[in-house]
Structures are given as C-alpha cells and as structure tokens.
C-alpha cells in the first residue's frame, strides 16, 4: 500500500488514522482492514463516493450504519451489485473453461 493510497482515503474521509507526538500518522489495525475493504471496493469497481457512503455499513460497531439510506443510493449500490454479479458470472464461466483446457491437456500431455 502506498502512502500516495494512504493519503488519498484520507483525504476522502474513508479512513481517519490516529497521529504519533511527531506528527507521523498510526494506522491501527481496526484501520488497515479497513483500507483492505476499501481497496478490494475499489477494486471491483465501486466507486469512491458510493464506498464513502457504505463503508459505515460494511464496518463493525455497534452504532455504526443505523441511520436512514436514501433510495437512490439502495438504486446504486444494487446496481453495482448486479453488474458485479453479471462480472462473477463471466469470470466463473472463464474459470470453467480454463479447468476443462488443462484437464484435456493433462490426458494429451506431459
């Protein structure tokens, strides 16, 4: 993880991290899995003003992500949860494919 990365969720707000005497940030561990949520959101492709607004809901607490969400943000996140769905599909079918080419290959080969 780059501190460039560190500096920008920071800046976003997605991540708050605590600060030594000097200055220095301290990212707690409660903080670095939370930048690995945030990563693997980025990752799949959710972006960052949707990941600001559901990462409360993702995070553990026992206050954390109880208030009211907006419908056009449900709309949203279901959204990317059906085109990360139709991904997955695509990738398993891929996967499917590739176990059957190296079965096949297994019994003609070396």
């Given at each position: 993880?780059?501190?460039?990365?560190?500096?920008?969720?920071?800046?976003?707000?997605?991540?708050?991290?605590?600060?030594?005497?000097?200055?220095?940030?301290?990212?707690?561990?409660?903080?670095?899995?939370?930048?690995?949520?945030?990563?693997?959101?980025?990752?799949?492709?959710?972006?960052?003003?949707?990941?600001?607004?559901?990462?409360?809901?993702?995070?553990?607490?026992?206050?954390?992500?109880?208030?009211?969400?907006?419908?056009?943000?449900?709309?949203?996140?279901?959204?990317?949860r059906?085109?990360?769905?139709?991904?997955?599909?695509?990738?398993?079918?891929q996967?499917?494919?590739?176990?059957?080419?190296?079965?096949?290959?297994?019994?003609?080969?070396?």
């Open positions: 993880m780059s501190a460039r990365s560190l500096r920008f969720y920071e800046d976003e707000g997605l991540i708050v991290p605590g600060r030594f005497d000097n200055g220095y940030r301290d990212y707690c561990r409660s903080t670095i899995n939370r930048v690995l949520v945030i990563r693997s959101l980025l990752e799949s492709g959710l972006p960052v003003r949707l990941i600001r607004e559901v990462l409360p809901h993702l995070s553990d607490g026992p206050e954390v992500g109880t208030g009211p969400l907006d419908a056009d943000f449900l709309a949203e996140v279901r959204s990317y059906a085109r990360l769905a139709d991904r997955i599909a695509v990738l398993s079918a996967q499917s494919a590739l176990d059957a080419f190296l079965h096949r290959a297994r019994q003609h080969g070396p």
